[in-house]
């Protein structure tokens, strides 16, 4: 089951308009905020978070490798998929730079580059 680009696109726009409802005029949130993640709930998002990109940079790596990926029409929309997926990780990342410790965006992020990983086996699967 694929995401639509719209889904990932709309998740993007979100992570931007709250990351501007939250951050304060310096870059930094509000300490006190309920959206805020605690020291501990930071640092086991933060590991939870680079886990996941290990996993994807490996899957990714194997990707690359395999070199007629290329000339496989049935991975090009799974490939497609990833692109977007890539951008919306990328600007999660932006947002998070600014804001460390936003529950929401950590939350996104879990999501995007979970399901990343998914499209990443998906197509190692297909190409066998």
Do not use: M, N
Request: glycine share 4%; hydrophobic share 55%.
């Amino acid at each position: 089951r694929l995401l639509p680009r719209a889904a990932v696109a709309v998740a993007a726009t979100l992570v931007a308009a709250v990351t501007l409802l939250l951050v304060g005029g310096d870059g930094r949130a509000a300490p006190s905020h309920p959206a805020l993640l605690t020291a501990d709930a930071l640092q086991r998002a933060t590991a939870a978070d680079s886990a996941e990109v290990a996993r994807g940079d490996a899957l990714a790596a194997r990707l690359v490798t395999d070199l007629a990926a290329a000339d496989d029409e049935a991975s090009a929309p799974l490939l497609e998929e990833l692109a977007f997926l890539d951008g919306a990780i990328a600007e999660c990342r932006a947002a998070l730079a600014q804001s460390p410790a936003h529950r929401y965006l950590r939350e996104q992020l879990a999501v995007l580059t979970t399901r990343r990983v998914e499209l990443l086996a998906l197509v190692l699967e297909r190409r066998g």
